[in-house]
C-alpha cells in the first residue's frame, strides 16, 4: 500500500520531490486505504452502474445512455475521484472490464427493449492502450450475443496524445469489430485539430466547462458554434454534455448540435429507471 501511495504522490507531484507535512500524510493515508477498499469491491462487485440518458435534441427523443459507474463507500469518495486513484493504481483495468462485462449482461438481458438505443461506455487510457482488450470484447461479444454497432467507447485526448499511431490503430480496431469511438471532454485538454481529421471517430462530445459558458460568453458561444459546425464537416456526430439550462439547450439546438445530455434532460439513473423510460417512450 505504501508503494500505491507513494506512486500517487509521485504523479500528483509530477515526479518532484513531495513534501511531506501533515496533510500530505493524512491523504494518502487515505488514498492507501480507498484503494484497499476498491480492491475489495473489485473482488466482490461493489460498484453498481447508473445510466445517463442521451437525447437528440433535435427531436428531443431518447437515443440512447451513458453507463457511468457508482461505487457506495465508507469514504464519501465520488466517481470521479475513484477513477483517478484507481488509474494511478492501475485497478482501472479491472474496473472498466467489470464495466463492459456489466453493460454487454445489461444489454442482452433487455435486447427487445434497447433494440433502438445506443450505449456509451467510458474507456480509461490504460485499457485503450493495450492490444489485450480486443480479445477482450471479442470473447465478450460472441458470449453475450450482443450487437457491437449499439456500443460506443468514450475515450479522451489523454488517450491519444502519448501515440497517434497506436491510437489510430486502436479506433481502426474498434471500427472494424463494429463499434463506434467518441472522443469525451473536448476541449478540456489539449484539444488538437490535427488529430480530429487523422482519426476515424464517430461522435465528439463537447465539454460541459463549453455549455457551461456559451450562454454566458459570446466568444466561447461562437468557438462552440465552430465546433460544431467543423465536426459536422468531417464527419462526426456532437454531442453536448453538462445541459442544466433551457437557455444552453436552446443555444445548442440552434448552433446545430446533435444530441445532448444533462442534468436538464435527466441525471445518470438506475438500470430499471432507465428501461422504463426507453418503455415509455415507445
Ligand atoms: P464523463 O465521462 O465526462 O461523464 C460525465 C459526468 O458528468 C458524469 O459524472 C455525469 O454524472 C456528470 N453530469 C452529467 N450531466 C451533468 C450536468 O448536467 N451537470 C453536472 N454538474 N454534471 C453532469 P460522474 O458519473 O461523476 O463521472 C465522472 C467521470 O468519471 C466521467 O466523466 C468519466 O471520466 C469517469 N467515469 C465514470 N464512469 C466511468 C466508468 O465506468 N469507467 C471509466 N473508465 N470512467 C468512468
Ligand atoms: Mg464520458
Ligand atoms: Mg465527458
Ligand atoms: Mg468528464
Known sequence: NLDIALNFAKNNGRNQIVFYDEIQH???????????????????????????????????????????????????????????????????????????????????????????????????????????????????????????????????????ISNLEFTKEMVGNLKNMSFNVALDDFGTQYSSLNYLGKLNLDHLKIDKSYTDLITLNPLDKKIVRHIINLASDIGLETVAEGIETDAQLDALKQMGCKMGQGYLLSRPIPAKDIIGLVEAQS
Open 26 to 160: 493524512e491523504k494518502l493515508e487515505l488514498y492507501s486505504q480507498v484503494a484497499f477498499e476498491l480492491g475489495r469491491a473489485i473482488e466482490k462487485g461493489g460498484f453498481e452502474l447508473f445510466y445517463q440518458p442521451i437525447f437528440n435534441i433535435q427531436t428531443q427523443k431518447m437515443v440512447g445512455a451513458e453507463a457511468l459507474i457508482r461505487w457506495d463507500n465508507p469514504f464519501g469518495v465520488n466517481t470521479g475521484e475513484f477513477i483517478t486513484i484507481a488509474e494511478n493504481t492501475g485497478q482501472i483495468k479491472d474496473i472498466d472490464y467489470w464495466v463492459i462485462d456489466s453493460v454487454f449482461k445489461f444489454i442482452a438481458q433487455h435486447n427487445q427493449i434497447w433494440a433502438h438505443q445506443m450505449m456509451s461506455i467510458n474507456l480509461s487510457a490504460q485499457s485503450f492502450n493495450s492490444n489485450e482488450i480486443l480479445e477482450y470484447l471479442k470473447k465478450k461479444i460472441s458470449f453475450y450475443k450482443i450487437n457491437p454497432a449499439q456500443i460506443t467507447f468514450e475515450i479522451t485526448e489523454y488517450s491519444i
